[in-house]
């Protein structure tokens, strides 16, 4: 049987762990020629898309990253991985090529880095599979709760009213939202949380005055 790990949320954190998940089985094993599937990764993820999560979501070009892209992508390299993918339809060299070429700015938009781990997660699945290592991505899938079935076993209910038995868990859910203010909650002007900053801005009437409440990277956002 394979070993199952469930990795729940896939955005920069979820598809880190397969990329370091990846990196440490590849290292045990050279060859794996006989097909034999040695561990399943399974990444739940309640978005339709694995990789951007909620940071670099959002589709405005103004709202960029916060560190410079060399660091950002440094964070997520894996010289194993760039041999071992191949690219079987361009399509994810074009998409690379398309964050490198924001040459003009060391901050592109956060969206490009979206992109780019989008790729990443893409590249990973592909090596893995030369190894004998599955990596699935439910999209679209939330996970409800997660029980402990035994020392080693553990069961996930999602929206999609499927259980799940793994042996490891991993969370990589993000941010929570402030538990401060919720009574205002479903108040006409109030928005306890600014993402998805798109449905957010177009609820504003212009004329209107906004208050931000905090004054760090979100409220420059
Ligand atoms: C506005 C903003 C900008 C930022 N900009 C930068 C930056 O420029 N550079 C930098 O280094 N860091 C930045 N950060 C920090 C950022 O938090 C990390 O870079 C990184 O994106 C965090 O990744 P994560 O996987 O932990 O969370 P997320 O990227 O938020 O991913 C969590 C994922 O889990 C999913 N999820 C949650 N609960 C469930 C569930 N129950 N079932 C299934 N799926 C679930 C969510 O849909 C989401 O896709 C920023 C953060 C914010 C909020």
């Given at each position: 049987?394979?070993?199952?790990?469930?990795?729940?949320g896939g955005g920069a954190?979820?598809?880190?762990?397969?990329?370091?998940l990846y990196?440490?089985?590849?290292?045990?094993?050279?060859?794996?020629?006989?097909?034999?599937?040695?561990?399943?990764?399974t990444?739940?993820?309640?978005a339709?898309v694995?990789g951007?999560?909620?940071?670099?979501?959002?589709?405005?070009?103004?709202?960029?990253?916060?560190?410079?892209k060399?660091?950002?992508m440094?964070?997520f390299d894996?010289?194993?991985l760039?041999n071992?993918?191949?690219p079987?339809?361009?399509s994810?060299?074009?998409?690379?090529?398309?964050?490198?070429?924001?040459?003009?700015?060391?901050?592109?938009?956060?969206?490009?880095?979206?992109?780019?781990?989008?790729?990443?997660?893409?590249?990973v699945q592909?090596?893995?599979k030369?190894i004998?290592?599955v990596?699935?991505?439910?999209?679209?899938?939330e996970?409800?709760n997660v029980?402990k079935?035994?020392?080693n076993?553990l069961?996930?209910?999602?929206?999609?009213?499927?259980?799940?038995?793994?042996n490891y868990?991993?969370?990589a859910?993000?941010?929570?939202?402030?538990?401060?203010y919720?009574?205002?909650?479903?108040?006409?002007?109030?928005?306890?949380?600014?993402?998805d900053?798109k449905?957010?801005?177009?609820s504003?009437d212009?004329?209107?005055?906004?208050?931000?409440?905090?004054?760090?990277?979100t409220?420059?956002?």
């Amino acid at each position: 049987m394979p070993t199952q790990i469930a990795v729940i949320g896939g955005g920069a954190g979820g598809v880190a762990m397969c990329l370091k998940l990846y990196d440490q089985i590849s290292q045990k094993i050279v060859n794996n020629n006989s097909g034999e599937v040695v561990a399943e990764i399974t990444v739940f993820e309640k978005a339709a898309v694995v990789g951007p999560g909620l940071p670099y979501s959002s589709p405005y070009k103004c709202h960029m990253l916060n560190f410079p892209k060399k660091i950002m992508m440094g964070v997520f390299d894996s010289t194993a991985l760039d041999n071992a993918a191949e690219p079987d339809n361009g399509s994810v060299e074009e998409r690379e090529t398309i964050y490198n070429s924001y040459q003009e700015t060391v901050f592109p938009p956060r969206h490009l880095y979206g992109e780019f781990l989008a790729n990443r997660a893409e590249q990973v699945q592909k090596a893995a599979k030369k190894i004998g290592v599955v990596i699935n991505f439910r999209k679209g899938t939330e996970v409800l709760n997660v029980k402990k079935l035994s020392e080693n076993q553990l069961q996930l209910e999602t929206s999609t009213e499927e259980t799940f038995i793994a042996n490891y868990v991993v969370l990589a859910t993000g941010h929570m939202e402030s538990s401060r203010y919720r009574e205002l909650k479903g108040s006409k002007g109030y928005h306890h949380n600014p993402f998805d900053a798109k449905k957010a801005l177009e609820s504003f009437d212009p004329k209107k005055d906004v208050v931000i409440i905090g004054t760090r990277k979100t409220a420059i956002d």
